[in-house]
């Protein structure tokens, strides 16, 4: 089944740690988003790729780290300097050009501890 | 800047009953405008989505109605089952889907 993959699950984070949060599709989607959602705040954008090797900053960009190697992943680091990243985070994908929306994954839950 | 406006942010209606999210949205450039469905723990599903050429789209029990020149969409839902419990988000974006807004999200109650 094609899809998007996101691990893990649930991530606890001590303070002062980066954590990685992974994101797969095997849906030949070139374009790749990351947003982060919070309670009564709907989905807000942090990063995303058209691309392989090239992606821009979203609307809250500060604290995040993310990369493009391969079309298939685009992971994205939460650094230290991000400091308040307790959230639920989403993966998506879409078509580039085309009226399709996007495909979710079910998303990675980060807590500070 | 939230250029997609959506209420309310929390919505209980009676099974059977019919249910009403509106939207509203400020980038004229928006050209594809599609509402999601998220259930707790899950990411957003697509549920329905509606080009700005035409004023209402019809999907089984969804509706979605499109006011171009007010600039609001709204999402109806017919006969409103306790499985439609869900947050809901609308949103706004372009052809080239690089840029796509959403609003806050409003959780539906369908009590039975």
Known sequence: DGGITQSPKYLFRKEGQNVTLSCEQNLNHDAMYWYRQDPGQGLRLIYYSQIVNDFQ?????EGYSVSREKKESFPLTVTSAQKNPTAFYLCAS??????YGYTFGSGTRLTVV | QQQVKQSPQSLIVQKGGISIINCAYENTAFDYFPW??????????LLIAIRPDVSEKKEGRFTISFNKSAKQFSLHIMDSQPGDSATYFCAGGSYNNNDMRFGAGTRLTVKP
């Open chain 1, 57 to 61: 900053k979203g609307d809250i960009a």
């Open chain 1, 94 to 99: 879409s078509i580039v050009g085309g009226p």
């Open chain 2, 36 to 45: 999601y469905q998220q259930f707790p723990g899950k990411g957003p599903a």
